[in-house]
């Protein structure tokens, strides 16, 4: 079947860098939209990123665009998340996610149909 599997968290500073790593199995995921999600404690699950399965269409929420960065290595069956100039409010488990859809690249976290078991990113300040 389907398997994510995220890596790369941990605990930094505000200021400091973190990149993400979700290897993806199971399905042709190279041929399918990926993003991130995160969800803060007593939060909702919100978006953060999506990539389309080219890389060439690219999708940020307003409160990381400009810091974050995603991208994807099909040969590899891993997607990123390079992380910039992190701020404690970033402090979240991190999601990787595909759509039910293989093109979705919206940012309604009810379309999205796989998950991973998510990493922790803690942001000090």
């Known amino acids: 079947q389907v398997q994510l599997v995220e890596s790369g968290g941990g605990l930094v500073q505000a200021g400091d860098s973190l990149r993400l790593s979700c290897s993806y199995s199971?399905?042709?995921?190279?041929?399918?939209?990926m993003g991130w999600f995160r969800q803060a404690p007593g939060k909702e699950r919100e978006f953060v990123a999506t990539?389309?399965?080219?890389?060439?269409?690219?999708y940020y929420a307003d409160s990381v665009k400009g810091r974050f960065t995603i991208s994807r290595d099909n040969a590899k069956n891993t997607m990123y998340l390079q992380m910039n100039s992190l701020k404690p409010e970033d402090t979240a488990v991190y999601y990787c996610?595909?759509?039910?859809?293989?093109?979705?690249?919206?940012?309604?976290?009810?379309?999205?149909?796989?998950w991973g078991q998510g990493t922790q990113v803690t942001v000090s300040s």
């Open positions: 990539i389309s399965w080219s890389g060439y269409n690219i």
């Open positions: 996610t595909a759509p039910r859809d293989r093109y979705y690249t919206g940012i309604s976290r009810h379309e999205y149909d796989y």
């Open positions: 199971g399905r042709t995921f190279s041929r399918w939209a």
